[in-house]
């Protein structure tokens, strides 16, 4: 579909150079269409740059739905999702922690990606409630925990593959970080 063959050029591009190194005609003639091509699916530039930021919120959304963590009710296959997700999607992980307080994300963008967020954050105060999981605000956990994950990928990386040696001592150190008892 051309929306999303725009979206994943778009996110390429916004990941690559920012923002403001991108141009609606850079992205256009990335995908092969016109500028006014690129108008119908998009008002703006701004536009099309918050619509990519849910673009991957809604993908990351999808993945860990796919993971079944909410049918183990487990925060530890969550944060494993969490992993997996970055590992394999990022410049999605990266693009959405990178623009979380951009100011071209408008504050419609930001609130539609807090509820699709919505459901991981859940696990997270499910975790708390059961008394597994350190009491901070669960908003303020995931961004912990996805910067950790973050400035992992590099350790995690295997000539193109997830290590698994290195993804386990991740693994235990997130669970160590987040247990209450740790």
């Known amino acids: 579909n051309q929306k999303e063959k725009i979206l994943s050029t778009a996110l390429c591009l916004f990941y690559e150079n920012g923002y403001d190194g991108v141009s609606i005609n850079d992205i256009a003639k990335a995908v092969g269409i016109s500028k006014s091509t690129m108008f119908h699916y998009f008002e703006n530039k701004d536009a099309l740059f918050n619509e990519t930021f849910i673009y991957c919120k809604l993908l990351a959304a999808d993945f860990f739905l796919a993971s079944g963590y909410e049918e183990h009710a487990d925060y530890r296959v969550f944060i494993e999702a969490l992993l997996l997700f970055a590992f394999q999607h990022q410049k999605e992980f990266i693009f ?8 071209h994300i408008t504050d419609a963008s930001k609130a539609q990606g807090l509820q699709i967020n919505q459901r991981s954050i859940d696990c997270l105060l499910r975790g708390q409630e059961k008394g597994k999981i350190i009491a901070l605000p669960a908003s303020m956990l995931a961004l912990i925990l996805s910067d950790i994950i973050r400035d992992s990928l590099p ?3 295997d000539d193109g593959g997830m290590n698994e040696q ?7 150190a997130i669970i160590h970080f987040v247990q209450k008892d740790a």
């Open 166 to 172: 290195h993804k386990s001592e991740v693994m235990d």
């Open 96 to 103: 959405m922690l990178d623009n979380e307080s951009n100011k």
């Open 155 to 157: 350790y995690l990386c």
